[in-house]
């Protein structure tokens, strides 16, 4: 379920926090570990996405047990509970890489942060008739992936598959830009071969009050 259906930045986000130096190692090695990419090339992507001498201060969303890190009014990076920490959907789009990614039909817009870096998470895809239940906070169900619009990793072309748990991308079909981050709740091959269930918690997604809140000028 989304986090974000209903999220006001004044009422519900507590003081800003600036970041120790010793806080914030940890948190930029526990990053490159989530997401490899992030560290190649001697990190030359995480410090385009958090550059190591940006201001950067942590916010808590406690209704729904969220960390955020922020820098200049924008979400870089929030944590649910102690999980994985998640990219905005405005930093995704700008690196998509930073995630696997899977596709949805038709119809998706860019996500603030995974739309400025698209390549941090893996990405998968579904189909026309998922994406206005996307984009209403539903979760991903596998029908939605295994139809002849959706997609997901293939083995067989040396695509690595999603395991359950991971932190995924979905994208639309016959689009680039990516739709929603979410979480898998079964491996992708279990996806592929059961095509029942749940696939993946949809975690954050294009239009939720986080989106809408960062369009108009941050937090």
């Given at each position: 379920m989304?986090?974000?259906?209903k999220?006001?930045?004044?009422p519900d986000?507590?003081?800003?926090?600036?970041?120790?130096?010793?806080?914030?190692?940890v948190?930029?090695?526990?990053?490159c570990?989530?997401?490899?990419?992030?560290?190649e090339?001697?990190?030359?992507?995480?410090?385009?996405?958090?550059?190591?001498?940006?201001?950067v201060?942590t916010?808590?969303?406690?209704r729904?047990h969220v960390?955020m890190?922020?820098?200049?009014?924008?979400?870089?990076?929030?944590?649910?509970y102690d999980?994985?920490?998640?990219p905005?959907?405005?930093l995704?789009?700008?690196?998509?890489?930073?995630?696997?990614?899977?596709q949805?039909?038709?119809?998706?817009?860019?996500?603030?942060l995974?739309?400025?870096?698209?390549?941090?998470l893996p990405?998968?895809?579904?189909?026309r008739?998922?994406?206005?239940?996307v984009?209403?906070?539903?979760?991903?169900?596998?029908?939605?992936?295994?139809s002849a619009?959706?997609?997901?990793?293939?083995?067989?072309?040396g695509?690595?598959?999603?395991k359950?748990?991971?932190?995924?991308?979905?994208?639309?079909?016959?689009?680039?830009?990516?739709?929603?981050?979410?979480?898998?709740?079964?491996?992708?091959?279990?996806v592929?071969?059961?095509?029942?269930?749940?696939a993946?918690?949809?975690i954050h997604?294009?239009?939720d009050?986080?989106?809408?809140?960062l369009?108009k000028?941050?937090?």
């Open positions: 989304s986090l974000f259906k999220f006001e930045p004044k986000l507590g003081p800003a926090t600036a970041l120790k130096s010793s806080v914030r190692r948190i930029r090695q526990k990053l570990e989530q997401y490899p990419v992030l560290a090339e001697e990190g030359a992507l995480l410090e385009a996405a958090w550059p190591n001498k940006a201001s201060t916010v808590k969303f406690a729904e960390q890190l922020i820098s200049d009014k924008q979400v870089l990076f929030f944590q649910h999980d994985w920490y998640l905005s959907l405005r995704l789009h700008k690196f998509p890489e930073m995630l696997p990614s899977v949805v039909d038709r119809g998706a817009i860019n996500l603030r995974l739309h400025k870096f698209p390549e941090m990405s998968v895809q579904v189909d008739g998922a994406i206005k239940f984009l209403s906070g539903a979760n991903v169900m596998s029908p939605g992936l295994v619009g959706g997609k997901l990793p293939d083995p067989s072309k695509e690595q598959p999603i359950e748990g991971e932190c995924v991308a979905i994208r639309a079909q016959g689009k680039n830009e990516i739709l929603a981050v979410g979480v898998m709740k079964m491996d992708s091959e279990q592929r071969k059961t095509g029942k269930g749940i993946i918690e949809n997604y294009l239009g009050d986080l989106w809408l809140t369009s000028g941050g937090i």
